[in-house]
Every structure is written in structure tokens, then in C-alpha cells.
């Protein structure tokens, strides 16, 4: 009987643990610097919803956080650092800001663009962090 209780209990305080766990999804956007993580390693399935991965250009004036860190070497990190770097008037700025290295840059250039608004884009939706 003793050991039945025990395996009762067991149950008891492992289950809710395994429902937390599943409950767990992938933030949503937000904004354009939260998602994803600086540790977060985009999944294919992640990629293939951006606009890199459908062979559209990527804006570096209004593109998402996670938009650009679809991009090949770019990774979230550099993501940021985009969009921290912003505005950009031609995508050779993003060289001359020093925010991605020449090899990286060498390798998306062709699905690079600067047509977006030239001041600091805001996500639809979002609203402008107080400075």
C-alpha cells in the first residue's frame, strides 16, 4: 500500500511539470527586437516563413528581427545590430557602419534592399519605446 502511495504521488507532482512543458510555444513578434533570442537558433520551419526563404528581397529599413536573422550568417545577434543601425539610405551602409563583416555581407547582398522609410521603423501594430 505504502509503495502504491508513493508511486500516487509521484504522478501527482510529475504531470503538472510535463503540462507546463508543453504548454511552451514560440514568443510571437512583439516587437522587432525581442523574438528571436540572441541564443535562439531558428529552426527551417522558422526560416521558411520569411521572405529570404520565398526569394524576396530583405528591406534593411523595415524588416523583422526575425526576417533578417533568416538571412544566411546573419543570425540574430547581427539581426539586432541591424536594426539598431538603423536608417540605412543604401545597403552599402550596413558596411560602412561596420555591422556586418564583408563575408556576410558578400553572401546576401543580392537580397539586400533600402527602399523602407529612412527613419527608425516601428512594427505594425507597435508603438515606439519613449527615449
Avoid: C, W
Wanted: hydrophobic share 35%; charged share 25%; glycine share 6%.
Amino acid at each position: 500500500m505504502k509503495s502504491i502511495s508513493a508511486v500516487f504521488v509521484g504522478i501527482i507532482l510529475f504531470v503538472p511539470l510535463t503540462f507546463a512543458q508543453d504548454q511552451q510555444s514560440t514568443p510571437p513578434l512583439g516587437t522587432q527586437s525581442t523574438y528571436p533570442a540572441a541564443t535562439h537558433k531558428m529552426s527551417s520551419k522558422e526560416k521558411k516563413d520569411t521572405a529570404a526563404a520565398k526569394g524576396q528581397p530583405v528591406d534593411l529599413n523595415i524588416a523583422t528581427k526575425k526576417e533578417l536573422a533568416a538571412l544566411p550568417g546573419v543570425g540574430p545577434d547581427y539581426a539586432q545590430n541591424i536594426i539598431d543601425g538603423r536608417p540605412f539610405s543604401k545597403k552599402e551602409d550596413i558596411l560602412k557602419k561596420k555591422i556586418l563583416p564583408q563575408a556576410t555581407y558578400d553572401k546576401i547582398q543580392d537580397r539586400l534592399t533600402a527602399n523602407g522609410p529612412k527613419k527608425n521603423a516601428v512594427p505594425e501594430g507597435g508603438k515606439q519605446s519613449p527615449n
